[in-house]
């Protein structure tokens, strides 16, 4: 006579009801896991959005202090430098504190929106 698995001879169903737990246990931390990984993915694209927004920023200030004069700062001038990952458009705002504001209006390659960044220029 063949032996049997103890657990299935008494016919109570025992074994299946801890087998439903651990597929429960598994698939839940399967779902757990890609939701985070896919959370992951977008915080990580948030922050290379924004380092390349940054450094268009950065480039554009520091060649804007290069090649402006403080005598050619008006709340008319304009310029546009073109930059291979976007283009970034200055224009310049005087505050009643008489302090000068820089307006940088990105726009970056492959993307639809506009990001404004003000910061004083001396």
Same mark, same amino acid.
Do not use: C
């Given at each position: ?32 896991? @890609? ?5 992951? $993915? ?5 922050? &290379? ?6 450094? +268009? *920023? ?23 430098? @073109? ?5 970034? $458009? ?5 505050? &009643? ?6 307006? +940088? *209006? ?17």
């Amino acid at each position: 006579m063949k032996k049997q698995f103890i657990m299935l001879r008494n016919q109570q169903g025992f074994l299946l009801l801890h087998v439903v737990w651990v597929i429960l246990i598994v698939f839940l931390s399967i779902h757990f896991l @890609v939701d985070q990984y896919q959370t992951s $993915k977008e915080i990580a694209h948030n922050q &290379l959005n924004h380092i390349e927004i940054e450094t +268009l *920023s950065q480039m554009a200030y520091q060649k804007a202090r290069k090649e402006i004069d403080e005598d050619d700062i008006s709340p008319s001038y304009q310029t546009d430098y @073109v930059f291979p990952q976007g283009e970034v $458009k200055i224009a310049f705002r005087e505050e &009643l504190d008489e302090n000068v504001y820089i307006l +940088l *209006s990105i726009k970056p390659n492959g993307n639809d929106h506009f990001y404004q960044l003000n910061k004083p220029f001396f």
